[in-house]
T-cell receptor, first 110, second 111 residues
């Protein structure tokens, strides 16, 4: 079992819609959870982090964490073509290690 | 503010040649340091991480090694490159339990 799993996509949504990205992790002791966005050929950039169960909102982005189900998600409201990228979920199974999922490719079409 | 420098941006090396990629961090002390590799169209594979000078944890046995000779310097090396070593190499730093900040990456092509 992979430590962090994501659906590779592509996830295609129309402009203005809500994009929902999901991630599951295997280590129940994981403490920190991150969502990164990566444009083709570029380094990943942090979108959001979440440490506690529940929802965390930042602008058009909402991260959701459910530690009992070992599940973390990212919602993007009012999706824009500029949101088209690969979204990477990352988890710290130990405080000194950061493991990434394979990423979900999002395509927002006009 | 903290910055991370990684070079070179691109590199083309013949099979069997050595490799040295360097990464330095400014503006922070005792960071966790990471080397990741990303194959085309794939996710980030953690290669090595370090919590302090001389302390290296290897995640995947392979043709590569890492060293941390100074607090804010992390080096990725190989004595003899293989074709399968091609990829996008990313250095990153973080505080304990925190988010990682990435360098610009090195695109390595082994020919």
């Amino acid at each position: 079992q992979k430590e962090v799993e994501q659906n590779s996509g592509p996830l295609s949504v129309p402009e203005g819609a809500i994009a929902s990205l999901n991630c599951t992790y295997s280590d129940r002791g994981s403490q920190s959870f991150f969502w990164y966005r990566q444009y083709s050929g570029k380094s990943p950039e942090l979108i959001m982090f979440i440490y506690s169960n529940g929802d965390k909102e930042d602008g058009r982005f909402t991260a959701q964490l459910n530690k009992a189900s070992q599940y973390v998600s990212l919602l993007i409201r009012d999706s824009q073509p500029s949101d088209s990228a690969t979204y990477l979920c990352a988890v710290t199974p130990g405080y000194n290690k950061l493991i990434f999922g394979a990423g979900t490719r999002l395509a927002v079409h006009p | 503010s903290q910055t991370i420098h990684q070079w070179p941006a691109t590199l083309v090396q013949p099979v069997g040649s050595p490799l040295s990629l360097e990464c330095t961090v400014e503006g922070t002390s005792n960071p966790n340091l990471y080397w990741y590799r990303q194959a085309a169209g794939r996710g980030l594979q953690l290669l090595f991480y370090s919590v302090g000078i001389g302390q290296i944890s290897s995640e995947v046995p392979q043709n590569l090694s890492a060293s941390r000779p100074q607090d804010r310097q992390f080096i990725l090396s190989s004595k003899k490159l293989l074709l399968s070593d091609s990829g996008f190499y990313l250095c990153a730093w973080s505080v304990i339990g925190g988010e990682a900040f990435f360098g610009q990456g090195t695109r390595l092509t082994v020919v």
